[in-house]
């Protein structure tokens, strides 16, 4: 007897259901987030790519390498020009603020496809919620410290789990709501060399302080809590001993566990990304100002600082440290960190995968934008860019370099009513050029940002309004 195909697939479904769980065949699980090394998961965007071969990057530590990174001046600008921030990619002039608010959406596009890469549609939500409240002081002022934790949705990915770390301390007896300046740093514990350092006996006091005697607060954000510092792999920085790479974190999440396409956001777009969340927290917190938060960072975490003010118009005033190559430092520039740099499979992870381009097949003069397009998105809010001495902190992060993307985006600033650097040419050592809502100055000091706090805080003074708080008075000597 012969039985109809809806029967045999009844019948095949009901033999396959029951069959115990023990003889079912066993597959490996499709949803475990796919484990590569940075140098796998570098080779992979390559491949998408169809790229070959990437030009070496620049030795910065060997000057006699056949590859040594350039320390000449008259070597560093082969290049013709730079793309004009006020010239529509059609050629006609940008004339009018209504017309940079469409300039600067083209500029964005081009920073979103081949710099920093997109992000994702439908990025999960974030649930905050307070872990824990002290008091402490910091020098002689009361204060409240926050520990935050934000919480990304995963209920769509189970596999991964981002908790983004976030404190924030606030004056104790301020008469109103504060500013409060966000660093991109460490958190959950402290990280002896990173954090701020305790105050020196007779010595300059910690950034922290200066802002809590000002009448400020600070936030510390994690960007390690949202994305790790590397392509694949175990450990390295925010590592851990675990696998951490670009499919886990927040980029993971969102691509359930598989490698990103060539214009998804690389880790400093992330990082960026958890920073707004932040400030989306700060806007609920009742001792914030959520109108006056600014943004800090130092190194790859100045880069990191420098897009998240340019992509979030809601932060108020940004302090950009020696933030380098893929930060504010003109890129096509041939001086110390070189494109072909962020390229390898060292740094390809801060970028989107089509910035591989510019170190193959195409050259740094091919790209659409550069860095002074970068701070020109910050405008028309302040903006303070930040290095050191090239006798301390090297030449590396290109202290010219980065002077020239601060002033290059003069134009804009002027453009919408607000001044620039006033000046064309690089400024000796120390001297502050803060007349404008673009701001340099080069420290005597080495790679951090330390020594160029005060400055910024008078210079701050004209943006930012700070309430009254209350300092103890002093005892006398033995009471």
């Known amino acids: 007897m012969r039985y109809p195909p809806t029967v045999i697939a009844v019948l095949c479904i009901a033999a396959l259901a029951s069959l115990r769980a023990e003889d079912q065949p066993k597959l490996p699980d499709p949803g475990k987030p796919l484990e590569l090394t940075s140098q796998e998961d570098h080779k992979k965007m390559l491949e998408q790519l169809k790229i070959k071969e990437l030009r070496r990057g620049a030795d910065g530590n060997n000057p006699k390498a056949p590859n040594a990174a350039n320390k000449d001046e008259s070597k560093a600008t082969p290049y013709p020009k730079l793309p004009d921030p006020l010239v529509f990619d059609n050629g006609k002039p940008v004339r009018t603020a209504d017309d940079w608010k469409m300039k600067r959406a083209e500029i964005v596009e081009h ?120 392509g694949g792999g175990k450990g390295g920085f925010g590592g851990g001993g675990a696998y951490q790479g670009l499919t886990t974190g927040i980029i993971g999440l969102c691509n359930k566990g598989q490698p990103r396409k060539p214009d998804d956001w690389g880790a400093l777009r992330a990082w960026a990304w958890g920073a707004s969340r932040a400030l989306d927290y700060l806007e609920t917190d009742k001792a914030v100002d959520a109108r006056q938060v600014g943004i800090e960072g130092l190194s790859r975490f100045g880069k990191a600082a420098v897009v998240t003010m340019a992509y979030d118009e809601r932060f108020a005033i940004g302090l950009i440290g020696s933030s380098g190559q893929g930060g504010a430092k003109i890129m096509r520039r041939n001086y110390g960190e070189k494109v072909e740099n962020l390229a390898g499979s060292g740094g390809y992870h801060w970028m989107a995968g089509n910035y591989l381009q510019y170190a193959g097949p195409k050259t740094p003069e091919d790209l659409p934008v550069d860095a002074h397009e970068l701070v020109a998105l910050c405008a028309p809010r302040p903006v303070f860019v930040s290095v050191g001495s090239e006798k301390v902190e090297g030449t590396w992060i290109d202290s010219r370099g980065t002077f020239l993307a601060a002033a290059g985006a003069g134009p804009v600033y002027k453009l919408l009513g607000r001044k620039d650097l006033g ?56 009471k």
Do not use: C
Not at 125 to 142: A, C, F, R
Not at 210 to 217: A, T
């Open 423 to 478: 000046t064309a040419e690089f400024p000796p050592e120390t001297t502050a050029l803060i007349a404008g809502e673009v701001a340099f100055r080069q420290h005597e000091g080495g790679h951090t940002v330390g020594p160029n706090w005060p400055v910024f805080l008078t210079w701050a003074e004209r943006y930012i309004r700070t309430p009254a708080i209350q300092v103890p008075a002093r005892q006398p000597a033995g």
């Open 111 to 230: 920073f979103d496809r081949d710099i920093y890469g997109r992000v994702p549609k439908g990025v999960p939500g974030v649930t905050w919620t307070v872990k824990d409240t002290t008091k402490d002081k910091v020098g002689e002022i009361d204060v409240t410290t926050k520990r935050v934790i934000g919480t990304v949705d995963n209920s769509g990915y189970p596999h991964i789990k981002v908790e983004i770390q976030l404190t924030l301390t606030t004056p104790g007896n301020a008469s109103g709501p504060v500013p409060v300046m966000m660093e991109h740093g460490f958190v959950f514990p402290r990280r002896p060399g990173i954090n701020p350092p305790p105050a020196q006996k007779n010595g300059p006091k910690p950034w922290t302080q200066q802002l809590i005697e000002k009448g400020w607060g600070y936030a510390i954000y994690s960007p390690y809590s949202v994305q790790a510092d590397t």
